[in-house]
């Protein structure tokens, strides 16, 4: 049973304990900052691309042509089934006659053309603007289906680009991930070689503790409390650092160019995202720690 | 309460600490364990508390095999046994006050009982005026009293010392055997290592006397070995 009382010298031990050994904690403390900072660059990266990504899905023009002589009761059905899915943010139904007042608007030095066709050739249309919330994949699928309907002659939905940018997405993401992987490694490492120095140099004070009858749980919590508290506060400076980047971005480097400025509109990690920075950091001095606690207090 | 079964303790090949001991300590009991340097005194208590495994054969401690003791239940025992350390073994980073209170505080005495009971046995070591300083600035006998107090401050059922009058004059070494012999007399096993015959002489209680690792007196008992 851990009392409060044990509760408190751990606490109290693993403060001493960093403060004691500053320049070795340091050294942890920057690894783990720093590759935190790395893997939360790609991971505000990737958040950010997502935003604009999503934004841009937007202006991906996805329009339903429909048959000729389309009965009312179809054109009902589908505008139906595309305004009540969540992938859907506006539909609006374009009539032949509306197709072509806007042919002759856009392209006015072909206007001939249309007349010279006599009747209307342009068919019926629904115009889709897509909500910013969907996948890539429910997106597929829904033009998959509505494609199917019976009503539905043609659909024109650019989406290569959009792939494109989904594997590019996808890159940054896997990229992030490997380089975040292999530096969280090192820290785990790190930590775990650092609070081993630490323990090396208390050894004399294990081993008397143990002699008087401490249990393992009591020499051990405060050295896996001060791996915490190196991950937390690693995990703290490189969101501190991140901060400081992404301000710096903003205010000295999108100014420059405009166009930066217009396409990236810049915002923090979302609150989960820190917090499991931040939880992360624990966890990896937690693990850095647990690994070297278990051996040496074997030894003593 | 202790008991030795063919016990054998080599660190290699060439030198054996102990050879074929076979001792009982009984609850309550005062022995006196002598012989020279080297002889195997303090390997003898070191096994008795599990500082070191024996080579060879069994210990029992309460009834209980102590080297079939988990690494994660060790401190049961240690917790049971006072000892008063050759080199003192205190903790230089704290002062004399929490040394003897730290005992206290692994084994979860509550934090206003803690200072209380290091202090009066502190005073029983004539050490009360030190309880602020430092190991590193008191004399050899002045820590050697500190880490007689902290050996006594559990009230454990066993003590363990290991030249406990090393680095004391003889009038507080009389002192402080008189101390080990009220504990004793409250039902404490009391068990001191020394090649001191002069205390020996004086306390009159059983003496083992080791040579070379073999046991070759038991003042009270048959000598079990040439």
């Known amino acids: 049973m851990i009392s409060l009382q044990d509760v408190r010298y751990s606490f109290s031990e693993a403060f001493h304990s960093l403060w004691r050994s500053r320049t070795r904690n340091l050294l942890s403390l920057a690894t783990i900052s720093i590759s935190l900072a790395v893997t939360g660059v790609f991971m505000f990266a990737s958040f950010n691309a997502r935003a604009v990504a999503r934004s841009w899905v937007r202006d991906i023009p996805l329009v339903f042509f429909l048959k000729d002589d389309v009965a009312e009761a179809d054109i009902a059905a589908l505008r139906e089934k595309l305004s009540s899915s969540p992938l859907v943010e506006q539909t609006s139904y374009v009539t032949p006659v509306e197709a072509l007042r806007r042919f002759k608007t856009y392209y006015a030095r072909f206007a001939d053309l249309a007349s010279d066709v006599g009747e209307n050739a342009f068919p019926a249309s629904f115009e889709v603007k897509l909500a910013t919330t969907g996948s890539r994949g429910a997106m597929q699928s829904l033009v998959e289906d509505v494609k199917q309907m019976s009503c539905v002659s043609d659909v024109q939905f650019d989406e290569a680009w959009a792939k494109r940018l989904d594997a590019t997405l996808l890159l940054i993401d896997l990229i992030g991930i490997f380089l975040g992987g292999v530096l969280v490694l090192a820290s785990v490492f790190t930590i775990s070689n650092v609070i081993r120095l630490n323990i090396y140099s208390c050894q004399e004070e294990i081993e008397i503790m143990m002699l008087v009858g401490a249990t393992l749980g009591f020499i051990r919590a405060p ?39 217009s396409l990236v509109r810049l915002n923090f990690l979302p609150l989960m995202a820190s917090l499991s920075i931040l939880g992360g950091g624990m966890i990896m001095g937690l693990i850095g720690s647990i690994t070297s606690v278990g051996k040496v207090a074997r030894d003593s | 309460m202790v008991q030795l079964f063919h016990i054998y303790k080599q660190y290699d090949r060439e030198s054996t600490a102990l050879s074929d001991i076979n001792l009982r300590f009984e609850k309550g009991e005062f022995v006196f364990v002598t012989g020279p340097s080297g002889a195997g005194k303090t390997t003898l208590l070191k096994l008795i508390f599990r500082e070191e495994l024996p080579s060879r054969g069994q210990i029992l401690v309460a009834g209980r095999n102590i080297a079939m003791i988990q690494l994660h239940k060790l401190f ?33 005495c509550p934090a206003r009982l803690q200072k209380q009971r290091a202090f009066s046995v502190l005073k029983m070591v004539g050490l009360q005026h030190k309880m602020q300083s430092y190991p590193l600035q008191l004399s050899g006998g002045e820590q050697q009293r500190v880490a007689i107090a902290r050996a006594l401050v559990n ?3 066993i003590l363990l010392a290991d030249e406990p009058t090393g680095n004391l004059d003889p009038e507080l070494s009389q002192e402080i055997m008189r101390l080990f012999s009220d504990i004793n007399a409250h039902g404490t096993t009391v068990v001191v290592a020394t090649h001191n015959r002069e205390i020996i002489r004086s306390m009159g209680k059983r003496t083992v006397t080791l040579e070379r690792g073999r046991l070759v007196e038991d003042s009270h008992h048959s000598t079990e070995a040439p």
Do not use: M, W
């Open chain 2, 76 to 108: 049961r025992l240690r917790r049971n046994i006072g000892v008063v350390f050759q080199d003192f073994r205190l903790l230089k980073r704290r002062t004399v006050l929490e040394n003897i209170a730290f005992a206290l505080q692994v084994v979860g």
């Open chain 1, 223 to 261: 050295f896996l409390i001060e791996g915490a508290l190196q991950g937390f506060l690693g995990g703290l400076f490189s969101l501190g650092l991140l901060y400081a980047v992404v301000k710096a971005f903003i205010l000295y480097v999108a100014p420059i160019d405009p166009l930066i400025a």
């Open chain 2, 155 to 157: 009230e454990p059922p």
